[in-house]
Each structure stands twice: as C-alpha cells, then as structure tokens.
T-cell receptor
Framework: AQRVTQPEKLLSVFKGAPVELKCNYS??????LFWYVQYSRQRLQLLLR??SRESIKGFTADLNKGETSFHLKKPFAQEEDSAMYYC??????????FGQGTELSVKP | EAGVAQSPRYKIIEKRQSVAFWCNPI?????LYWYQQILGQGPKLLIQ????????DSQLPKDRFSAERLKGVDSTLKIQPAKLEDSAVYLC??????????????FGSGTRLTVV
C-alpha cells in the first residue's frame, strides 16, 4: 500500500528551539517526496522536495530509504514558521499522496 | 504569473442539493487536479486531467461527483446530490506537465463546502 504517515497532529516548541516534523512512507518503488506548507489563511504551497536537496527558510529534509522516512528539520524555530505542514509522496502513477498533516506552533 | 483561481470561496447547502465549483488554472498548465480535504486530514486526490482528458478518477465517487475540463483550460467539479460527509475544502491545483516539474503543484485557495 502507498501511504504517508505523519504521527504528530500538533507539535509545539519555543522560539529558537530545534524542530523535527516526522514523516514516514510506504512505497514499493523509488519515491519522490515533498513537504508542503500552509500558513494561516494562505494557500497550500511547496516547501521543498527531496530531489533538490535544498534548504528553504532554514528547513531541510533528508530521504532515508532504510527507515522509509523524510523528516523535516530546522535548527532554530521562528514564530513565522507556525503553520500546517504536509508530507507528500509522488507515485509512479502520477498521484501526489498527502499525509494527515502536522500543525507546528512556535511560541515566543 | 497569476495563480490558480477558484470560486466560490465558501458555500453552504442543504443535503441532497447540488453544488458546483469552478477552477481556472495557471495559463499554459496542462495538468489539473481536484483534491478533497476533510477537516483534520490531508488532501485526497479526486480527479486528474491532462489537457481535457481524464488521467485518473479512481477516487471520485462517480454516483454523485462529476468533473469536466472544457477545452483543456477551466474545470468544474459538481456534487449532486450532496451528503453531510461531503463537507470539506475542495482544492484545485495545476502543473505545467506533471509532478516532474521543479515547482510541483500550484494550489488554489480552495472552496469550503458545508453541507447541513
């Protein structure tokens, strides 16, 4: 089965603390993984994709095929990082499959 | 460039009524998607168009949902008759050719449907 699991519905941290949003996937082929973000009252937008291996807004994510994970990390959280984060898997059939989402709340 | 436009932003209807949503993708984007996002869940793909042809509608409840993309541009999604469990945000997204594009999908702001 193709599935994306985000085990935490809500993650609350203080400003300046490290952040790790967990994502695990189930997929038999070679996965393409993404993180999407939705800030309050804004559209869902692409944050980063594993192929690019880039850092966006201080966030990074490494694909670990052994652990079937694609966790999103940031060393020092900012209040403006508060948002809903969705991990997504693109399968060979051309579908983007989303996880349930994790709400990140960064407190001052 | 202009984004993906959706209308209306909000809609409240009674169960068993019909409703239609409209989407205008980014100009030139060949692929268009409709997603359903129920509160507390991630978006779920309902239907995917490539130009004006359906690529995947396996998750679309075809007894009540229908969608079309005339001339490969605008698209409408219809529900008839609506049920309480159809209450959700309906998202439209587009991409130039498909997911292999650098930018991934571009999403619209969605239509929030409440069925009472």
């Amino acid at each position: 089965a193709q599935r994306v699991t985000q085990p935490e519905k809500l993650l609350s941290v203080f400003k300046g603390a490290p952040v790790e949003l967990k994502c695990n996937y189930s997929y038999s082929g070679s996965p393409e993984l993404f993180w999407y973000v939705q800030y309050s009252r804004q559209r869902l937008q692409l944050l980063l994709r594993h192929i690019s291996r880039e850092s966006i807004k201080g966030f990074t994510a490494d694909l670990n095929k052994g652990e079937t994970s694609f966790h999103l990390k940031k060393p020092f959280a900012q209040e403006e990082d508060s948002a809903m984060y969705y991990c997504a898997l693109y399968n060979q059939g051309g579908k983007l499959i989303f996880g349930q989402g994790t709400e990140l709340s960064v407190k001052p | 460039e202009a984004g993906v436009a959706q209308s209306p932003r909000y809609k409240i209807i009674e169960k068993r009524q019909s409703v239609a949503f409209w989407c205008n993708p980014i100009s030139g984007h060949a692929t268009l998607y409709w997603y359903q996002q129920i509160l507390g869940q991630g978006p779920k793909l309902l239907i995917q168009f490539q130009n004006n042809g359906v690529v995947d509608d396996s998750q679309l409840p075809k007894d009540r949902f229908s969608a079309e993309r005339l001339k490969g541009v605008d698209s409408t999604l219809k529900i008839q008759p609506a049920k309480l469990e159809d209450s959700a945000v309906y998202l439209c997204a587009s991409s130039p050719r498909g997911m292999r594009d650098e930018g991934g999908y571009t999403f619209g702001s969605g239509t929030r449907l409440t069925v009472v």
